[in-house]
């Protein structure tokens, strides 16, 4: 008589013992997840730093002044106004998207974040092969260099947005003047 019982019991004993016989982690792939969890955290204190609300702001400026702003465009400007209106209305006109993309790259790194952590603790719990983990990590590496230069472009549009609000005074005396 054939007994299954010593044959489910030899495949519940590989099945078991199986983890304990793959690889550890390299250190090396632990190291560079370490470097873009440094580099990502990074990031995301540096995005939330950035007051958010600025954009908001800006945006309210163009819809309360924006008509203001293209009837005296439709008049005969002074060179100084146009030097100070043009690209003052460009830049009302973009804070919103501005904005916006900041909220989504925020998005984008903060998920990339816990994605990172996962990749993390799957090395060190052996649960992905150095191959596939080789992948995750050239992608990661990738995606955040990609995000790295927007990170630096949301820097300049935010510095951008501080030159704009500072500007709104002379909008206001420009735009004053006209009603004179």
Known sequence: MNHPLPTVALWLAGLLLCPACKQPASPGQLAAVDSLIVANQAAL???R?????????????LHAKGPAIRQRFSDTLQPSEAQLLAPLYLGLRDAARMGSDQ???????AARDER????????????????????IIDLERR???????????TID??????????????????????DQ
């Open 116 to 135: 990172l952590q996962v990749l993390r603790e799957d090395l060190q719990q052996v649960r992905i092969g150095s191959n596939k983990a080789a992948g």
């Open 103 to 109: 909220a989504d790259l925020l998005q984008r790194i």
């Open 143 to 153: 995606a955040q260099a990609f995000d790295h230069e927007q990170v630096l472009a």
């Open 45 to 47: 204190l540096t995005l």
């Open 49 to 61: 730093e950035l007051d958010a609300s600025r954009y908001l702001r800006l945006d309210s400026m």
């Open 157 to 178: 549009n935010y510095r951008r947005a501080q030159q704009l609000w500072e500007q709104c005074d002379s909008l206001d005396r420009v735009l004053a003047q006209a």
